[in-house]
Nanobody, 121 residues
Framework: QVQLVESGGGLVQRGGSLRLSCSAS????????MGWYRQAPGKQRELVAS???????SYADSVKGRFTISRENAKNTVYLQMNSLTPEDTAIYYC???????????????WGQGTQVTVSS
């Protein structure tokens, strides 16, 4: 099983910055893509940003130009640099990883436990 551990959430004021980290642990797997999702109370979980093993990135329109996703493949770690934060960014942020196990070539989709991001006015 792949374990995802997230960190970096917290409370910041409007215009502030945070950097989220997510590390995948375990052996015998290969990650194809990782991404960040967020879910606010009463709202549907939405994709924020994603990055492939080839470093191709995608962003939600609401965060484009403010957030940057990156990864260190050797460490199976993905980051989300969040700048110019607004109260609308307040949510629980979840890390997601897609890949396959080397034995049997079975594909997986795992989620982290989530980290809270709160932006005050």
């Amino acid at each position: 099983q792949v374990q995802l551990v997230e960190s970096g959430g917290g409370l910041v004021q409007r215009g502030g910055s945070l950097r989220l980290s997510c590390s995948a642990s375990g052996r015998g797997f290969r990650i194809t893509a990782m991404g960040w999702y967020r879910q606010a109370p009463g709202k549907q979980r939405e994709l924020v940003a994603s990055i492939t093993s080839g470093d191709s990135t995608s962003y939600a329109d609401s965060v484009k130009g403010r957030f940057t996703i990156s990864r260190e493949n050797a460490k199976n770690t993905v980051y989300l640099q969040m700048n110019s934060l607004t109260p609308e960014d307040t949510a629980i942020y979840y890390c997601n990883a897609n890949g396959h196990f080397l034995e049997g070539m079975r594909w997986f989709n795992y989620w982290g436990q989530g980290t809270q991001v709160t932006v005050s006015s």
